[in-house]
């Protein structure tokens, strides 16, 4: 494929699944934000703001480190490594819709441990074809080990 076209899909396989996230999560719904507002979250938790900022810097990061695999010389392991990328792409949409459609605060946590897993599988992977593609998903996988202290502390409580 052609650059523009790899780009485009790589940037639109990311920022599609927040977008499909959000569309699936009844966030805006007066009952969902109540109930999510009176959980019992640790102080640890960052605020909403900051949540809008680091996801932005990480969509981003996703969206280049898909372009750089998809750039790559055809293989084997450039399809495993794409696959797992798009393994936790599609993650991405799956937490909302468990925590906020389902109210599943388990299966929040589940989906944060099982992206955890396949986001180290993705890296190690794409290390494999392209050492930056694998680096640029390095925050993704941080962000997400906080996020299963975050999740399993907001679990636990509630």
Request: aromatic share 12%; proline share 4%.
């Amino acid at each position: 494929m052609g650059r523009i076209i790899d780009a485009a899909l790589a940037t639109a396989t990311v920022f599609g699944a927040q977008y499909l996230g959000r569309e699936v999560s009844p966030v805006e719904d007066g009952s969902t934000r109540r109930w999510y507002h009176h959980l019992n979250k640790p102080g640890f938790s960052p605020p909403a703001p900051v949540y809008a900022i680091v996801w932005t810097l990480l969509d981003g990061l996703l969206a280049w480190s898909g372009y750089r695999l998809l750039r790559a010389e055809s293989s084997f392991k450039r399809t495993l490594a794409l696959s797992l990328w798009a393994i936790c792409v599609a993650g991405v949409a799956g937490f909302p819709f468990a925590v906020f459609r389902k109210r599943r605060l388990d299966a929040g946590l589940a989906i944060c441990i099982g992206l955890v897993v396949t986001s180290g599988a993705s890296i190690c992977t794409a290390k494999k074809v392209d050492q930056c593609a694998a680096k640029l998903q390095i925050p993704f996988f941080v962000w997400l080990t906080f996020a299963v202290f975050v999740q399993e502390e907001v679990w636990r409580r509630n």
